[in-house]
């Protein structure tokens, strides 16, 4: 998807534009690819999060989950429920849409903070978080 005739050449010189509405694109990347979509390839590479796309072609509002208060509720619920987890903090990622702070109890020793861990990785590649999160870095913390 490009967002103007500029940008789209200067992907490919060939290439026509063709006027389309947002969320007309967005149904299309639901139903032809796998809910993706980026703005100006080879320019800007704007890739848009997966839960957004989908609340744009089902013409629905999308609060990203570093903004969600319901979403970090819920995984805050989650892995606050695992032994050896003290707190838990979200902010925007960097490389992921959303960046996971955990805090373990470091007093517990090696395997019991890897044990720890190794649980909320598991929490959070729960396939049901993928409607609501794109993509999540787990970032501990010693408690």
């Known amino acids: 998807m490009f967002t103007s005739a500029a940008a789209a050449a200067a992907w490919r010189e060939d290439v026509r534009p063709v006027p389309v ?15 993706l979509w980026v703005l100006d390839p080879g320019t800007r590479d704007l890739r848009l999060p997966r839960p957004a ?4 072609a089902g013409g629905e509002d999308w ?3 570093w903004r969600n208060q319901p979403v970090q509720d819920e ?5 606050g429920a ?6 838990v903090a979200f902010a925007p990622g960097e490389d992921a849409e959303l960046r996971v702070f955990i805090r373990v109890d470091a007093s517990a020793g ?3 903070v890897a044990a720890a861990l190794e649980q909320c990785q598991y929490v959070m590649v729960n ?8 993509t999540v870095e787990l970032c501990p913390v010693p408690a």
């Open 110 to 112: 090696t395997p019991a």
């Open 75 to 79: 995984v805050a619920a989650q892995l």
């Open 63 to 65: 609060i990203p989950s």
């Open 82 to 87: 695992i032994d050896g987890v003290t707190g």
């Open 21 to 35: 509405t947002p969320r007309r694109a967005a149904e299309v990347a639901c139903l032809q690819t796998d809910q």
């Open 53 to 56: 796309v989908v609340a744009l």
């Open 127 to 134: 396939p049901a978080w993928g409607e609501l999160i794109d």
